[in-house]
């Protein structure tokens, strides 16, 4: 390096260069405007773009109306599976016909409809949160003989801990509500609005988090982390990471066979 180009760092960042706070997720940054990206878009960069691609042979459980879908469709191939039709889902509207997708609609776990050995990436986000417990471990059983080994998976479940401390630290979460409070305070005659307009919010479960494994509409089943993580070992699987942390709300898991 030329020695002019050493001593225009001189004195440059009197303390050393501080950017930010990296183990925050949502630390201040001179990044500014672009400093947060869309969870979903960080679950696509970490789990879709690095592992998919035209030789991937992709199969997505609960596909819905294709939002996640439509990030795959560089595969070669992409089965999903889902218990309502594309009718129901707008699957066809939305997604098209592109003859890479194959679409099941499917009644049970069995995965009887799957060719064995054949598919090298798993993905599901939003669905099984939906499937009791022991539904989850039915589907990751009879998925186990499906997936070629080395094939890299991903799914999201729902882990009523990891929600209710969100929940808890949603104060420091919520970059909208927290940088509009440190907005206001910066401004002497908004100063004092700053707790009025923006009060502290209260805790709550708006998705009524129930313990029990009764069915009803939508609603939401525990697996937990550790619990799921060790039922995928008790399948066959090798768990990578256990939880992602793409999302401050759900943990996102990724394992092979």
Same mark, same amino acid.
């Given at each position: ?9 001189? +004195?440059?960042?009197?303390? @050393? &260069? /501080? ?8 630390? !201040?940054?001179? &990044? +500014? ?6 969870? %979903? ?24 109306? +294709? ?9 070669? #191939? ?11 889902? +707008?699957? $066809? ?11 099941? /609609? ?14 090298? &990436?798993?993905?599901?986000? @939003? ?6 417990? !022991? ?14 080994? =080395? ?15 969100? %929940? ?31 009060? $502290? ?9 129930? #313990?029990? #494994?009764?069915?009803?509409? =939508?609603?939401? &089943? ?10 995928? #070992? ?7 990471? !256990?939880?992602? =942390? ?12």
């Amino acid at each position: 390096m030329p020695r002019a180009d050493v001593e225009s760092f001189r +004195g440059l960042w009197p303390g @050393g &260069y /501080q950017e930010g706070f990296p183990l925050d997720p949502v630390s !201040e940054s001179s &990044y +500014g405007p672009f400093s947060y990206m869309s969870v %979903l878009h960080v679950a696509y960069l970490a789990c879709i773009r690095p592992h998919v691609g035209p030789d991937t042979i992709a199969l997505e459980i609960g596909p819905g109306r +294709g939002c996640w879908t439509r990030t795959l469709l560089g595969a070669r #191939e992409i089965w999903c599976l889902d218990v309502l039709s594309q009718e129901e889902t +707008g699957f $066809s509207e939305y997604i098209g016909r592109p003859p890479n997708v194959r679409y099941i /609609q499917v009644d049970d776990f069995l995965c009887r409809d799957l060719p064995d050995d054949h598919f090298t &990436y798993l993905f599901s986000y @939003g669905c099984l949160c939906h499937i009791p417990f !022991e539904g989850v471990r039915a589907y990751l059983r009879n998925l186990f003989p499906k997936l070629r080994a =080395g094939a890299q998976a991903f799914i999201m479940v729902a882990d009523f801990d990891k929600y209710r401390r969100a %929940l808890r630290d949603v104060e420091r979460l919520d970059v909208v509500r927290r940088g509009m409070r440190a907005w206001m305070k910066r401004r002497f005659l908004l100063r004092p609005l700053a707790g009025l307009l923006l009060p $502290s919010r209260p805790l709550a479960d708006p998705l009524e988090l129930r #313990e029990d #494994e009764s069915p009803s509409p =939508g609603r939401w &089943y525990h697996a937990g982390t550790a619990r799921t993580c060790r039922m995928l #070992e008790e399948c066959g699987y090798r768990v990578l990471v !256990e939880d992602l =942390g793409v999302n401050h709300r759900d943990p996102v898991i990724h394992f092979t066979k």
